[in-house]
C-alpha cells in the first residue's frame, strides 16, 4: 500500500494560510505522516497473518486511502498555486516511478511462483489476477468474477483491490482538481463541493448496494463506494489551506480532537470485524474522520504532543518509508508461508515462530525493494530522466510478457478439468487375475460414482482391484455432487455450474449403473457438505434438520437406483483436509466433514441389507483431526494430498485404494 510521500519541492512549512487562493507553495516532509503510514501498514499485516487483537486491522487499507487523499490534494492546490496550472504528464509520471517499479517485481515473482506450484486452474485465475493488477484495475476483477474477499481460498493477489482503488484515484482526480481549479479561477469552492458531494454519493452507494447478512464484497472492493475515504482526506487537504490554528484554544482543540481521532481508531482497530453491519451502515466513514483529525494534529509544525513524537521515532518513521513494499509483499508471503502449506511441503511450524518467519521474509523482501529499486527510479539515479520512464514502461512490457508466456506449454490436471466433465476411469475387464493364494473378493464389479475426489484415486482403485481380480470403474463428474440440489458458497451465492450438475444427476447416475452393471457402487463425493438451495429458490444450510432430511433423502434415492439394478451401495467417509500447499484449515472444514460422515453411518444402520459403510475417514486419518492437531499430510512416509488437502496425489492414491478395497473386501465377506 502506499501514499506518496510529497517530493520536496518547497520549504516547510504549514500548508497554506489564506482564506480562499493559495498563493505559496509550501509542502515540505513531514515525518510523523510516515509514522501514520508505518501504523496502518502494520494494523492491515496483524489482521492478515491472524492477530486475534487487530480484528479490525483491515481498516489500515482506510487509513491510507485517507493519507492519500490528503496528500495528492495538497500537492496538487500547491502545484496550481505556484504555476496555475497543474502539468498532468509530470504528475503522472512521479507516480508511475514511484509505484510501478516495485509492483513488476511482485508481480513477475508471483507469475512464477504461481505457475511453478500451483495446479492449472488456480494457475489461470492467478494469471487474470496478475494482469487485472498490472492495469491496477483488480477490484473490478474481483466484483465481475464475484470474488468475495472473505473467500477462505483467496488469491496470492487479493491486496492489489487497494492499490487499484489508489491508482484509479492518482488518473482521475488531478483532471478533476484542474477543472475545478480552472472554472472557479483558482477558488476551493467548486473543489469542496464536489469533495462534499462526492463523499456524500459514495456513502449512499455503499447504504444502497450492502445487504446485511450477506457478503459484501461488492462495496468492500468497489472504487464508487469507497471514494469517500479519499474524498475525506482531499478536503482536509482543501481545509488546512484555508486554516491553520493560531490561538493556543484553536491548538489545544486540534490536540484534542486529534486524540479523540487516535483513540477512536485504535479502538476500531481492536473491535471492528470485516462484516459488521456498522462499518457499512457509517462507520467507515466515521473512521475516515477519525484518521483527518490525527493527521490534522501531526501535520502542525509548531506543535509537539506525545502522538506526534510517537510517530516520529526513527524505526517507525523507517517502517513508513518502506510500506509500500511491506504492503505488496506481505500477503504472497503470507500465502506462499500459510502453515498448511509449509505442512503440506513437512515442515510444521505454526503460531508465533511462523509469524516471525513471515514478517522477516516481508521485510527483508519490501526493504530490497525499497533500497534496490524503488529508490533509486523514483529519484532518477539512472543518469537521464528518460533512462528511468524508459525502465518503467520496459518494465511493463516484461511483466505482461512474463504472465502470459508463463501459460505456454501448462496442461491441465483432470482434476482441473471443466467443471461437470465426467471422467470414465478403469477397463471393463481385470488386467490380471487375483493374486495368487488369494480367495477371490467378494464383489466382482466396482464402481465408483462422485466428484473430482473420486477420480484423483479412479486410476490406482483400477489398477489394484485389477491385481485382485475385480474390475473397478470411475465415473466421476468434476465439481459436481451426488445430489439433485443446486450447490450454494457460503456466502449463499449459486456455484455457477451447480444447476447443470444438478439437473444431470439422475442421468448421469442411471446411465452409469447401466453401464457397468455393478454389485458395488462406492458414493465417494464432498460437495454434499455445502448448503443447498431448494427449487423454490430457499437456500438451506448445511448441518440443519432441514438439510439432514434433505441429504438423507438423497442417500435413499441412490440406494434404491442401486438396489433396483441388483447391487449394494457403499458410503465412503471423506477424511477430514490436512494441511496442504492451497489454504488453511478451518473448523468449519471439520465440523462439516464430521457431520456429513455421521449422517452416512446413520444411514447406513437404517439400511443394514444393501448399504455399506467404508470409513476412508479412519483408514487416512486414524487419529482424527482437530485444529490444534490435524490430520497428517503423510502415512507410512507417503504424503497423501499435499496440494489442497483433499484429492490424493498419484502415490498417496495407490496408498488408500490398497486399503479402501480391502476394507471393503471385509466388510462384504463378513456379511457372506
Not at 324 to 331: A, D, E, F, I, T
Not at 454 to 478: F, H, K, M, P
Not at 487 to 503: E, F, R, V, Y
Request: hydrophobic fraction near 50%.
Amino acid at each position: 500500500m502506499t501514499t506518496t510521500t510529497p517530493d520536496a519541492v518547497a520549504p516547510e512549512s504549514a500548508p497554506g494560510e489564506r482564506a480562499w487562493v493559495l498563493e505559496k507553495p509550501s509542502f515540505g516532509y513531514k515525518p510523523a505522516l510516515d509514522g501514520l503510514r508505518a501504523v496502518a501498514v502494520m494494523s492491515v499485516v496483524a489482521y492478515h497473518f491472524g492477530a486475534g487483537w487487530m480484528k479490525g486491522g483491515f481498516l489500515g487499507v482506510d487509513m491510507f486511502f485517507v493519507l492519500s487523499g490528503y496528500l495528492i490534494t495538497s500537492l496538487l492546490l500547491i502545484e496550481w498555486a505556484g504555476s496555475g496550472t497543474i502539468h498532468f504528464g509530470g504528475f503522472w509520471a512521479r507516480r508511475f516511478r514511484r509505484l510501478l517499479p516495485a509492483l513488476f517485481v511482485l508481480l513477475v515473482a508471483v507469475a512464477l511462483w504461481g505457475r511453478l506450484v500451483l495446479d492449472s486452474d488456480q494457475w489461470h485465475e492467478l494469471r487474470w489476477d496478475g494482469i487485472w493488477s498490472l492495469f491496477y484495475a483488480a477490484n473490478w476483477r474481483f466484483v465481475v468474477a464475484g470474488t468475495s474477499y472473505f473467500s477462505a481460498e483467496p488469491s496470492m493477489l487479493r491486496h492489489m483491490w487497494s492499490l487499484a482503488i489508489e491508482e484509479q484515484f492518482y488518473l482521475v482526480w488531478p483532471l478533476v482538481v484542474f477543472g475545478a481549479l480552472w472554472l472557479a479561477k483558482g477558488r476551493h469552492a467548486l473543489l469542496t463541493g464536489i469533495c462534499v458531494a462526492g463523499s456524500v454519493a459514495s456513502v449512499a452507494i455503499m447504504q444502497w448496494k450492502f445487504e446485511p447478512g450477506q457478503d459484501p464484497s461488492r462495496v468492500y472492493y468497489g472504487t464508487d463506494a469507497r471514494a469517500s475515504q479519499l474524498l475525506i482526506g482531499a478536503l482536509l487537504a482543501i481545509l488546512l489551506v484555508h486554516w491553520a490554528p493560531r490561538a493556543r484554544a484553536s491548538r489545544l482543540a486540534v490536540q484534542i480532537a486529534g486524540t479523540v481521532g487516535a483513540v477512536f481508531v485504535l479502538f476500531l482497530f481492536w473491535a471492528a470485524r470485516d462484516q459488521n453491519d456498522f462499518l457499512y451502515r457509517g462507520g467507515f466513514i466515521l473512521f475516515a474522520v477519525a484518521v483527518a483529525a490525527v493527521i490534522t494534529a501531526i501535520v502542525q509544525p509548531t506543535t509537539t504532543n506525545p502522538m506526534k513524537a510517537l510517530l516520529c521515532v526513527p524505526a517507525i518513521r523507517w517502517i513508513g518509508q518502506v510500506s509500500y513494499g511491506v504492503y505488496l509483499w506481505h500477503w504472497p508471503v503470507w500465502v506462499a508461508l500459510s502453515r498448511s502449506r509449509l505442512q503440506g511441503w513437512g515442515w510444521d511450524i505454526s503460531g508465533w515462530p511462523l509469524s516471525i518467519v513471515q514478517l522477516a521474509v516481508t521485510f527483508g523482501i519490501a526493504a530490497l525493494s525499497y533500497y534496490l529499486v524503488e529508490l533509486p527510479i523514483r529519484h532518477r539515479k539512472y543518469r537521464k530522466k528518460v533512462w528511468a520512464s524508459t525502465l518503467v514502461f520496459a518494465g511493463f512490457g516484461i511483466t505482461l510478457a512474463v504472465i502470459v508466456v508463463s501459460t505456454l506449454g501448462a496442461t491441465a490436471n483432470i482434476l482441473q478439468a471443466r467443471p461437470g466433465t465426467v471422467l470414465n476411469q478403469g477397463g471393463d475387464t481385470p488386467v490380471v487375475t487375483a493374486r495368487p493364494g488369494t480367495v477371490a473378493p467378494p464383489t466382482q464389479r466396482i464402481l465408483v460414482l462422485g466428484d473430482s475426489v473420486a477420480a484423483s484415486l479412479g486410476d490406482a482403485l483400477a489398477a489394484t482391484a485389477a491385481g485382485d481380480g475385480v474390475t473397478a470403474r470411475t465415473i466421476a463428474r468434476l465439481g459436481c455432487g451426488m445430489t439433485t440440489g443446486i450447490t450454494l458458497n457460503k456466502d449463499g451465492s449459486q456455484i455457477p455450474w451447480s444447476p447443470d450438475c444438478a439437473k444431470t444427476t439422475v442421468d448421469y447416475q442411471q446411465g452409469a449403473i447401466a453401464d457397468v452393471q455393478p454389485d458395488s457402487v462406492l458414493w465417494l463425493s464432498t460437495w454434499e457438505l455445502a448448503d443447498y438451495q431448494t427449487a423454490e429458490g430457499q437456500r438451506v444450510r448445511f448441518d440443519t434438520p432441514a438439510h439432514d432430511r434433505w441429504l438423507l433423502g438423497e442417500m435413499d434415492r441412490v440406494r434404491q437406483t442401486v438396489a433396483s439394478a441388483g447391487g449394494r451401495l457403499v458410503m465412503v467417509t471423506n477424511p477430514p483436509m490436512s494441511p496442504n500447499q492451497t489454504r488453511e484449515v478451518t473448523q468449519d472444514d471439520l465440523d462439516r466433514t464430521a457431520h456429513g460422515n455421521a449422517l452416512m453411518a446413520k444411514f447406513a444402520e437404517r439400511h443394514p441389507d444393501d448399504v455399506v459403510l467404508l470409513d476412508l475417514a479412519s483408514i487416512v486419518c486414524p487419529d482424527g483431526a482437530t485444529l490444534a492437531d490435524p490430520c497428517s499430510a503423510t502415512r507410512d512416509g507417503i504424503v497423501l494430498r499435499p496440494k489442497d488437502g483433499g484429492h490424493f496425489e498419484p502415490e498417496g492414491a495407490q496408498w488408500a485404494a490398497r486399503r479402501l478395497l480391502d476394507a471393503l473386501y471385509a466388510d462384504l465377506a463378513s456379511r457372506a
